[in-house]
Each structure stands twice: as structure tokens, then as C-alpha cells.
């Protein structure tokens, strides 16, 4: 499959408990282009990919449903693997709008292949938001087997 363009897009539709919240997260502070306006829903272009916030307040699950990642990540959650700049101008947006954060901006797998910057934020309707920041986003798929045994370069410093 080498050289091979993936012509492919994810689309996710999700439940969200405040529609207008939702173009304020997405649209406002995130900056996510909406697409076509249909009722009880928003599409957004959230970073290249298609996804859809239904008004449904029965069906949000937000931060019930299991934990992972230290016991604070809920299981249903959602978010975007950006390179490093990217991240950065997300977390300022973020910061700037007095985001709800449930894990603030921090280093993640350091000195690995992984290495990363990940926080993880409430969209004030019911869903929690990840963002990763990588070098290069494919980096996330880096396993310790394939890592080169040279020492990775830190993110910050």
C-alpha cells in the first residue's frame, strides 16, 4: 500500500446535552468550521475529520461510564492527534476560554517513541475531549519493539 493516498475522512456523531454549547466549544473556541445546519444537530470539521453533535440529552453518557488512563479518563471520550504546534495553539484556545479541564497539559511517555503532550477537557455538554500532541502524529502507533534504540528527543526543553 506504499504511496497510496487514503482517500477517507472518520465521522462521529455523538450526543450532546446543549446544541448551542456545542457551536460555542466546537465552532467558537475550537475554531471547527460548521457545516450544514439541519435541526437538533451541528456538523463540524473537527481538525479534517466529520463529526456530528446530536441534541439528545437522555443518550449523553459523559463522565459515568468507566474509567481508564489513572481513574480519571472516562471509557467515552473522543478527541484529535495534532502535531506539537497544533497542540499548543489548542491548549492557548482552550486556556483562553476557561476550559473545563479534566486533565491539564502535560508531558505523557517521556523519552519514548510516544512521547507526548495530552490533555483531556469538558465541552460543556456532556462529552469529554481529548487532544494529543505528538511530533508526528503517526508516532502514536509506535510500539516499543519498532522504537529506535536511539533516545528520543524531548518535546520540551
Known amino acids: 500500500m506504499a504511496g497510496t493516498a487514503i482517500n477517507a475522512l472518520f465521522h462521529f456523531s455523538f450526543a450532546v446535552d446543549n446544541l448551542e454549547q456545542a457551536r460555542k466549544f466546537y465552532g467558537g473556541i475550537l475554531g471547527c468550521p460548521e457545516g450544514r445546519e439541519m435541526p437538533g444537530r451541528a456538523d463540524f470539521n473537527f481538525f ?88 508526528q502524529v503517526t508516532d502514536v502507533y509506535a510500539v516499543p519493539e519498532r522504537q529506535s534504540r536511539e533516545p528520543a528527543q524531548p518535546i520540551l526543553g
Open 48 to 135: 479534517g475529520h466529520h463529526i456530528v453533535a446530536h441534541l439528545s440529552p437522555a443518550a449523553v453518557i459523559g463522565e459515568d461510564s468507566a474509567k481508564v488512563a489513572r481513574g480519571v479518563t472516562p471509557i467515552h471520550h473522543f478527541g484529535a492527534i495534532v502535531p506539537l504546534d497544533a497542540f499548543q495553539k489548542i491548549e492557548q484556545r482552550l486556556v483562553d476560554a476557561g476550559a473545563d479541564f479534566l486533565e491539564k497539559p502535560e508531558i505523557r511517555q517521556q523519552g519514548t517513541a510516544r512521547e507526548q503532550m495530552l490533555m483531556l477537557c469538558r465541552d460543556g455538554c456532556g462529552n469529554i475531549v481529548e487532544f494529543k500532541g505528538l511530533r
